[in-house]
Nanobody, 116 residues
Framework: QVQLVESGGGLVQAGESLRLSCVAS????????MNWYRQAPGKQRELVATLTNGGSTNYADSVKCRFTVSGNGAGNTVYLQMNSLKPEDTGVYYCKADLTRARTYWGPGTQVTVSS
């Protein structure tokens, strides 16, 4: 099993930055990819960014050139650097780990609120 804990959320003004962290514990050697999702009020959860254990990254079109996903090299922490934040970036941000044999684990989420 893998346990995930997100941190770094908060209230910021439009144009400011935040860095989210997700720390994984447990059988982290089984992790193939780490993902950041977000869910705005009344909307479906959407994929924001992915970091594979090979170092490949992928981003939603809405955050390209503003958000950067990275890892700490040890495979147990993933970051989401969010720059030029917009009110539409508001939501609960979740970390998800994709493991071998199609197993997935989610963190409890961290709230990000961007005021205009």
């Amino acid at each position: 099993q893998v346990q995930l804990v997100e941190s770094g959320g908060g209230l910021v003004q439009a144009g400011e930055s935040l860095r989210l962290s997700c720390v994984a514990s447990g059988t982290i050697f089984s992790i193939n990819a780490m993902n950041w999702y977000r869910q705005a009020p009344g909307k479906q959860r959407e994929l924001v960014a992915t970091l594979t254990n090979g170092g490949s990254t992928n981003y939603a079109d809405s955050v390209k050139c503003r958000f950067t996903v990275s890892g700490n090299g040890a495979g147990n922490t993933v970051y989401l650097q969010m720059n030029s934040l917009k009110p539409e970036d508001t939501g609960v941000y979740y970390c998800k780990a994709d493991l071998t044999r199609a197993r997935t684990y989610w963190g409890p989420g961290t709230q990000v609120t961007v005021s205009s």
